[in-house]
């Protein structure tokens, strides 16, 4: 059946060509339109609005509800008891209803304790893809707190250098044409000439790991394919189509670090994501010598922060637009803030976890003191499941401003019929419960046992005892869980 006799025996079905009429006829329901509705001359009306603006200042004018256009949904009206006519909105009036005369076998907090929708917008987007922080936050921050760490100098070329591989990839353009061999005596070169001690850490891309979902919303769905990586050979695609394809970023980096080893310059393969590889070689140069850290992504800042010895010398974090001196900025910073940056980092949206629904990284920074006990908690590899179920509820209840001797459920409710009784002139302008304001106990546990995922990969790395309590935490109808079993391997 073609789409055309499909529309048509929609059409039919519903009778629209049955009775003719010039009133709008919703198609799904058979709601005929009042005359109020005029959405199809949305044109015309927005042509009058834009016409009212000239010759106005923008802080003067005002957008006057009456003047745009009236659609299906905004024309449903209701009767107050005055006799006045007020927009309706249809679920808000239906959760109305269900709190004044719920009398169901189940009870409401009962209910409360799922979802109720088909994916958990408190953790995913309209595309099911993770909810993503923004990591600089946390750089910015505590930069404010410390300005004095900000470094207005460039760092000594005869320093430790640290760099990022991932990094070092995306810095410079590829020529049209070139050869891959050319492409590496490009980076070789970059290298020989910025530094005079440098070790290069890569990324290893052997397989699934938890960063995947990073990975995709990175490359978008332009993938090359996979091709030969030889010396002689020339790119014949784009450098981001080409890195998009994990088996020819690998054998790229393979190429690189071979021409780097030969050009005496330091190289290390990480198995995974080598922030951490690369944070812990430059605590270890730094006991040493001065170290500098040449890296883009804010995960290596965080580590730094964490981790750094204020009694070694100093380490520097080098971006692209600033340098900061990480050492002093754990000499200032509040110990209590550094020894959580990790835990307060993952709770509000990191590569492998969610970033809940209205939660920022700042918020979550400024009640670190309030955080303490629910970090020790997940900072400690010994912590029982139980325990960190409770941590994780605790640490949401105290980041959404409410009593932890409350619970996640019992205070979905309280919000639900505050939000929902609240009353309002205009039904519509006071929207419904949205069900990704607060999630469920039921939710909350997935998300706590995933992000616990990166405390337990740091502290017990990735070791035999590390995998054994780390796959006992994760439930065995976890998505994640697959991918970890294949990353741990």
């Not at 059946?1 to 079905?13: A, H, P, T």
């Not at 750089?139 to 410390?146: A, C, D, E, F, R």
């Not at 394809?245 to 005496?264: G, Y």
């Not at 995933?450 to 006992?472: D, E, S, T």
């Amino acid at each position: 059946m073609s789409d055309i006799q499909k529309i048509l025996q929609v059409f039919l079905e519903r009778g629209v060509f049955n009775k003719p009429s010039k009133k709008i006829v919703r198609l799904s329901t058979g709601l005929v339109a009042n005359d109020s509705v005029n959405a199809y001359e949305a044109q015309s009306v927005g042509k009058k609005i834009l016409d009212s603006m000239v010759g106005q200042s923008v802080a003067e004018y005002k957008f006057s509800q009456k003047n745009q256009v009236k659609t299906l949904a905004s024309a449903t009206h209701v009767k107050t008891s005055s006799g006045a006519q007020i927009e309706m909105d249809s679920q808000r009036l239906y959760q109305r209803l269900l709190l004044t005369g719920f009398n169901g076998d189940i009870a409401l907090p009962d209910l409360f304790r799922y979802e109720m929708c088909s994916f958990p917008p408190s953790l995913f987007d309209n595309h099911v893809c993770m909810r993503m922080g923004d990591k600089s936050e946390i750089i910015h921050h505590l930069l404010k707190l410390v300005p004095e760490s900000s470094s207005a100098t460039s760092c000594d070329m005869s320093m430790q250098y640290i760099i990022d591989g991932g990094s070092l990839l995306h810095k410079f353009s590829w020529p049209q044409n070139a050869s891959y061999s050319e492409i590496c005596e490009m980076y070789v070169r970059h290298i020989k000439q910025s530094c005079c001690h440098a070790l290069v850490v890569f990324d290893g891309y052997h397989g699934s790991s938890t960063k995947d979902e990073a990975h995709r919303r990175r490359m978008g769905n332009d993938i090359g394919a996979t091709v030969l990586v030889s010396p002689e050979v020339h790119v014949t695609m784009t450098k981001k189509s080409f890195l998009a394809n994990p088996s020819n970023k690998q054998a790229f980096i393979n190429l690189l670090a071979e021409q780097m080893t030969k050009a005496d310059i330091a190289v290390e393969h990480a198995k995974g994501d080598a922030d951490y590889k690369i944070c812990m070689s430059a605590c270890l140069h730094a006991k040493e010598k001065p170290t500098a850290v040449v890296a883009e992504d804010s995960d290596v800042f965080q580590l730094l922060t964490h981790h750094a010895n204020i009694a070694d010398k100093d380490l520097y974090m080098v971006t692209s637009k600033q340098t900061v001196c990480v050492t002093t900025l754990a000499k200032i910073l509040d110990p209590l803030l550094s020894g959580a940056l990790l835990f307060l980092h993952a709770f509000s949206g990191c590569d492998t976890t969610s970033r809940p629904y209205g939660i920022g990284k700042v918020l979550v920074l400024k009640k670190y003191a309030e955080l303490e006990r629910c970090s020790s908690i997940f900072m400690s590899p010994s912590s029982s499941r139980a325990e960190i179920e409770g941590a994780g509820e605790d640490a949401l209840l105290i980041i959404l401003w409410l009593h932890t001797s409350l619970s996640l459920d019992s205070a979905r409710v309280d919000k639900f019929q505050q939000k929902v009784g609240y009353c309002t002139r205009s039904m519509c302008r006071q929207r419904s419960f949205r069900q990704h304001l607060m999630q469920p106990f039921s939710i909350v546990i997935v998300h706590t046992i995933r992000f616990r995922h990166g405390v337990v990969m740091i502290f017990l790395q990735k070791n035999g005892a590390g995998r054994l309590l780390l796959l006992a935490y994760i439930p065995s109808k976890c998505l994640s869980r697959r991918h970890l079993i294949d990353y741990l391997r």
